[in-house]
């Protein structure tokens, strides 16, 4: 091969080996800001590119994710002169590469000074125990104007933090102590709940229990009484079926004068002091001198009554 044919070879290589560099992959979620001679000429969003060789350059590789800075403690002074340490956490993504390449020359550090102003500003209007109970107000106040301001940078803040407010040591100390005294409240308050709602149940407890007495001992008396009851009815219903027997066997007169012999028994056993008999029974001579028998035993004395025809016997006791 002559010599002129090794340079066109090598040539040729160095020319394939220049092509194949100027490929560029745009990844994912990534843009590429393009220079042809020094000015911008194209943006690349994902994708497969070629860019002229020597002509065109790639001037910023920019990221669309959302981004997080944390910004380092500023000092800043309450409107009641209190200084106090602030750190902020700032979210933002990119919406416009050519103006984030172009618009301000270090957008991260634009970013921590104008968060450090204006957190200053609107801390500066705000006193210690608002700024400390003010936290939501403050981060969307920041939000609004950064977002604000970054639109011509090409940025989007979505979202502002303040990660830590350090007050001076001495109000520090000051808000500890506060601290304790409401947590030893609240555990008294809880305490003083957890009795209350002990008492209320021992006492619906106790409740409970005496009604349930009342009503084991309102069950038993019923129970009872309705026991007397069937017994007094068993009683009478036997005297009712012995009287019916005796009527369905036809008693004799005989049957009949034992019978009210044994019912003035149990008379004259009684405290009773004035006994009426009947003057059928007086006409029988066997029935009066037993009769006669049994009074003077009981201390009775028998007189006749003609008027009633009935046979009285008083006896005082």
């Known amino acids: 091969m002559q010599p002129i044919g090794w340079v066109l070879l090598i040539l040729a290589i160095i020319l394939i080996i220049i092509i194949i560099k ?18 911008y000429k194209t943006t690349w969003s994902t994708g497969l590119h070629l860019k002229i060789p020597f002509i065109e350059r790639i001037a910023k590789r920019v990221s669309l994710k ?23 956490v700032v979210y933002f993504y990119i919406t416009d590469p050519k103006l984030y390449a172009y618009g301000v020359e270090n957008p991260i550090a634009a970013i921590e000074n104008l968060t450090a102003t204006t957190l200053r500003n609107i801390i500066g209007d705000l006193e210690l125990d608002n700024t400390l109970t003010s936290r939501d107000v403050i981060n969307t106040k920041i939000q609004v104007i950064l977002d604000e301001a970054t639109d011509a940078w090409g940025i989007k803040v979505k979202r502002v933090e303040l990660k830590n407010i350090l007050p001076p040591r001495e109000i520090q100390a000051a808000m500890e102590k506060q601290m304790k005294a409401e947590r030893e409240r609240r555990a008294k308050i809880l305490d003083a709940e957890g009795d209350k709602r002990s008492q ?16 084991a001992i309102k069950e038993s008396k019923i129970r009872e009484a309705q026991g007397e009851a069937e017994a007094i009815m068993t009683v009478q219903k036997a005297y009712a079926d012995s009287l019916k027997m005796l009527n369905e066997a036809s008693p004799t007169d005989k049957v009949i004068a034992l019978k009210s012999l ?14 009426i008999i009947p003057s059928e029974i007086q006409s029988m001579a066997t029935l009066a001198a037993t009769l006669k028998e049994m009074v003077s035993d009981k201390n009775i004395d028998i007189s006749p009554k003609s008027e009633q025809q009935a046979q009285t016997t008083e006896t005082n006791s």
């Open 200 to 215: 209320i149940l021992v006492s619906e407890g106790l409740k409970e229990s005496a009604i349930l007495k009342a009503d």
């Open 66 to 88: 959302e981004q997080v800075v944390d910004f380092p403690p500023q000092p800043v002074i309450t409107r009641d002169n209190v200084t106090m340490q602030i750190d902020t």
């Open 262 to 275: 044994e019912a003035f028994e149990k008379a004259a056993d009684g405290r009773a002091t004035k006994i």
């Open 22 to 39: 100027n490929f560029q992959i745009v990844p994912q979620s990534h843009a590429y800001v393009i220079e042809r001679l020094g000015a």
